[in-house]
């Protein structure tokens, strides 16, 4: 079950979904909002979804883990919208009825999140600016790029 | 009958543009339609880039028609519907 | 933070103990009690700790994954006496910047606790019988060993 | 002066010992006070197995000493508090 949410991520009723009498392990994750990035000081920040694909993507995610490593369920919400410190922009759960699994599965959902769903942040910094986190960095070095001239 | 059936002398065909993060502020908009004569997603994705002024360079960005991840070279049909996608930050 | 519980574990209240606002992730592992373990139907299952060692012991777990995966921070608390099918026989947390550290962090705590913790369990099966785990089999081996007249 | 001030000839002593989980069982109680002229937690164990007859062999065994882990040869003390450890079962 791959979900996004608008509002606060409520853990009890996610994790209900998951309790099995056969899973003797159960590992989670949860990405919490820091006040620091790359050494700057953040306020709040935004996610925006390309919701339809997103979807789809997370639901693939999920489905791969199931087939990777056996596991008995696993599921990830993750977050749209306003978010402020310490709030969980993502969390997933995994069973599995050995602990092993459980890890490695939980671990490959969020690295695929991190680099496959179509989600995107942006931080707004205690210094009133504010930025789309990995789009600044490309873009500027593209700018280089022009100013000496590579096309 | 190839000329009757539908393909014009101008590949010019109405698409479906949407727009997210630094795209959409760039843009000003998150979704437009687009009157094109680009034949591919690279080739509107250039067309875009040059009109809009976007600053992310195409190997930045992944490209989704459809709803599907696509290639670049996906040859481009009346109302479809694109979406460039900057380099994603969940989790 | 290592406790050894009678009661069932509230893991709002550890998890809460944990908040940090320089923490981006958070890797949590819940063992739970299975209604079958080496294909034998369980009933239910009784933990037994050597107490004073138990909790010096699982202090020096957290400490040594403290200092190896530079964590924020980590707890973990294991349970005693008789469990029901699905309880949480052990939960752990741990906080990090970064979720790789927080994962092997995690992992290298309930690796340790389950290796190196003085606490026994006890398994009653659903046909009346009951036996220490990982006891049986080293008593059974000598058995035979003294069958077959090795000393 | 070495005769009178506490070492007897018999190095007979009273060793607290604490019995967790198969040995519990086996032994029927959770500690007892034991005389014995064991000098080291390897021969006490030998002396319990031998009279409580204890199925698990010693190398499946750890051993705490005052409420930390020992090596088997550690030399007892009187009073000292002894808890030999069965392959543990947590998590």
């Known amino acids: 079950m791959f979900k996004l949410s608008q509002t606060d991520i409520d853990i009890n009723i996610l994790k209900a979904s998951l309790l099995d009498a056969k899973a003797g392990a159960y590992v989670s994750f949860e990405g919490w909002v820091r006040d620091t990035?790359?050494?700057?000081?953040?306020?709040?920040?935004?996610?925006?979804?390309?919701?339809?694909?997103?979807?789809?993507?997370?639901?693939?995610?999920?489905?791969?883990?199931?087939?990777?490593?056996?596991?008995n369920g696993a599921a990830c919400v993750h977050r749209t919208g306003s978010l402020q410190i310490g709030e969980i922009a993502v969390w997933i759960g995994v069973t599995c009825e050995h602990r092993q699994e459980a890890f490695e599965a939980c671990r490959y959902i969020i690295d695929e999140i991190k680099t496959r769903l179509p989600i995107w942040k942006k931080e707004t910094y205690t210094d009133g600016s504010s930025g789309w986190v990995n789009c600044r960095q490309h873009a500027h070095a593209e700018e280089i790029n022009q100013e000496v001239g590579v096309s | 009958m190839g000329l009757s059936s539908g393909m014009p002398f101008t590949a010019e065909k109405q698409i479906h543009v949407d727009y997210f993060a630094i795209l959409k502020e760039q843009r000003g908009k998150d979704s437009e339609v687009i009157q094109t004569s680009a034949a591919t997603a690279q080739e509107l994705y250039s067309e875009l880039k040059e009109r809009f002024g976007f600053s992310l360079a195409q190997n930045h960005l992944s490209v989704a028609v459809n709803d599907e991840f696509a290639k670049w070279d996906t040859p481009l049909k009346e109302n479809d519907r694109v979406v460039f996608i900057p380099p994603v930050a969940g989790g």
Chains 1, 3 share one sequence.
Request: charged share 30%; hydrophobic share 35%; glycine share 6%.
């Open chain 1, 37 to 71: 990035n790359d050494s700057r000081h953040v306020l709040q920040l935004e996610y925006q979804a390309y919701e339809t694909l997103a979807l789809k993507e997370g639901a693939k995610i999920l489905e791969e883990a199931q087939t990777r490593f056996g596991i």
